[in-house]
């Protein structure tokens, strides 16, 4: 696609329940990024992904927090048993892998979550 | 650990004129990348600008510039000749050359254009 497709845009939901936010990376980009833009922060790197190493999940919060990366491509990011602290915007990048002068991060307009 | 400070929450600033927007940075590494990013109500992060550490000549994209001063970590982004357009948040990321290319973020401006 043209670029980062995240979906849905916005999601309510009550506490306790699960939530899956989904990320399609620009085509071809092999690195992607999960960060979260909680109010009045800035914003909070959760995962990283990269072609098919081992991923980086030193920014997930707790264990109710988890991601997958299928095919290289389409990303889901899934909090279980949601809490209001989880209550953010969730923004997902891709690059391209390799030299560090081509990891320009390109942005999804985010999913705004809500737990009520 | 690297970190990104933004000071200034909130500017505004009249149609036509300049304004900067300062950042400043800690790191132990040698060799990094910077960036400005755009955030409009839209939530879209938008890149505005990028800087090489190794480059001692300040990065410019049209009317946006920066001050570079790498042994002072800062990274200031001038916006020369505001346009309502460019009213938005601003965040300033710091990102290093090893490991994951990670972005470190400040806690972004939001700044206004006034008409």
């Known amino acids: 696609g043209a670029g980062v497709s995240q979906s849905p845009s916005n999601k309510v939901t009550e506490k306790g329940k699960d939530v899956e936010l989904r990320c399609d990376p620009i085509?071809?980009?092999?690195?992607l990024y999960w960060y979260r833009q909680s109010l009045g922060q800035g914003l909070e790197f959760l995962i990283y992904?990269?072609?098919?190493?081992?991923?980086?999940k030193s920014g997930l919060p707790s264990d109710r927090f988890s991601a997958e990366r299928t095919g290289g491509s389409v990303s889901t990011l899934t909090i279980q048993r949601t809490q209001q602290e989880d209550s953010a915007v969730y923004l997902c990048?891709?690059?391209?892998?390799?030299?560090?002068?081509?990891?320009?991060?390109?942005f999804g307009a985010g999913t705004r979550l809500s737990v009520l | 650990a690297q970190t990104v400070t933004q000071s200034q929450p909130e500017m505004s600033v009249q149609e036509a004129e300049t304004v900067t927007l300062s950042c400043t940075y800690d790191?132990?590494?040698?060799?990094?990348?910077l960036f400005w990013y755009k955030q409009p109500p839209s939530r879209q992060m938008i890149l505005v600008i990028r800087?090489?550490?190794?480059?001692?000549q300040n990065a410019t994209e049209n009317r946006f510039s920066v001050n570079f001063q790498k042994a002072a970590k800062s990274f200031s982004l001038k916006i020369s000749d505001s346009q309502l357009g460019d009213t938005a948040m601003y965040f300033c990321?710091?990102?290093?050359?090893?490991?994951?290319?990670?972005?470190?973020f400040g806690t972004g401006t939001r700044l206004k254009v006034l008409a």
């Open positions: 990048a891709s690059s391209l892998a390799g030299l560090a002068g081509q990891n320009i991060q390109y």
């Open positions: 085509s071809g980009h092999t690195a």
């Open positions: 992904f990269q072609g098919n190493s081992a991923p980086d």
């Open positions: 790191t132990s590494e040698s060799n990094y990348y």
């Open positions: 800087q090489e550490a190794y480059k001692q």
């Open positions: 990321a710091f990102m290093d050359t090893s490991g994951t290319y990670k972005y470190i």
